[in-house]
């Protein structure tokens, strides 16, 4: 496996389609899981554009829903990779919606994803690391850095029963 570090800019996605009705719920706006499956895929794309390994999705960290987007508008998924660990990356999904007469475009949600590396059998292998050259991806490879903290204590909380410190 080729581990030579790579910069974000190399994993860097867009996709972009039309929301149609069968996207929709009856108020005619995009449904939420329709939105979080795409992200997925967006990042899955970064993921594996910066490790060329198969991968399977880790975590999810701090969806948000800010506005809706509506049935004729497109929607747009921008993916990048912030941080890289040992066996598994963290990615960043922005989407957008875009009025097709207008152009007007707004962020509709923020998601941050782990992916972890694995080979065929299911064991982890090591990802490239991330080549960080400014100011701006340090401070992002910095709170994914804690956001994978507060991940894996969460994760150590949900396995250890209350008053044990043995993991179920």
Do not use: W
């Given at each position: 496996?080729?581990l030579?570090?790579?910069?974000?800019?190399?994993?860097?996605?867009?996709?972009?389609?039309?929301?149609?009705?069968?996207?929709?719920?009856?108020?005619?706006?995009?449904?939420?899981?329709?939105?979080?499956?795409?992200?997925?895929?967006?990042?899955?794309?970064?993921?594996?554009?910066?490790?060329?390994?198969?991968?399977?999705?880790?975590?999810?960290?701090?969806?948000?829903?800010?506005?809706s987007?509506?049935?004729?508008?497109?929607?747009?998924?921008?993916?990048?990779?912030?941080?890289?660990?040992?066996?598994?990356?963290?990615?960043?999904?922005?989407?957008?919606?875009e009025?097709?007469?207008?152009?007007?475009r707004?962020?509709?949600?923020?998601?941050?994803?782990?992916?972890?590396?694995?080979?065929?059998?299911?064991?982890?292998?090591?990802?490239?690391?991330?080549?960080?050259?400014?100011?701006?991806?340090?401070?992002?490879?910095?709170?994914?850095?804690?956001?994978r903290?507060?991940?894996?204590?969460?994760?150590?909380?949900?396995?250890?029963?209350?008053?044990?410190?043995?993991?179920?």
């Amino acid at each position: 496996m080729d581990l030579t570090p790579k910069r974000s800019a190399e994993s860097a996605t867009e996709m972009v389609q039309v929301v149609l009705p069968n996207d929709a719920n009856p108020l005619g706006f995009i449904l939420g899981g329709t939105v979080m499956h795409l992200i997925d895929i967006a990042g899955a794309i970064a993921c594996h554009r910066h490790t060329r390994s198969l991968l399977v999705t880790a975590a999810v960290d701090d969806l948000q829903f800010l506005h809706s987007i509506k049935v004729g508008d497109l929607i747009i998924l921008q993916s990048h990779v912030t941080c890289a660990f040992k066996t598994s990356l963290e990615v960043q999904v922005d989407v957008f919606s875009e009025e097709t007469l207008t152009g007007a475009r707004q962020l509709t949600s923020r998601a941050y994803l782990t992916f972890v590396a694995i080979a065929r059998d299911g064991s982890r292998v090591l990802v490239p690391p991330l080549i960080v050259d400014t100011d701006e991806q340090r401070r992002v490879c910095e709170e994914a850095h804690r956001r994978r903290a507060q991940r894996l204590k969460r994760k150590m909380e949900a396995i250890t029963p209350a008053g044990s410190t043995t993991p179920l």
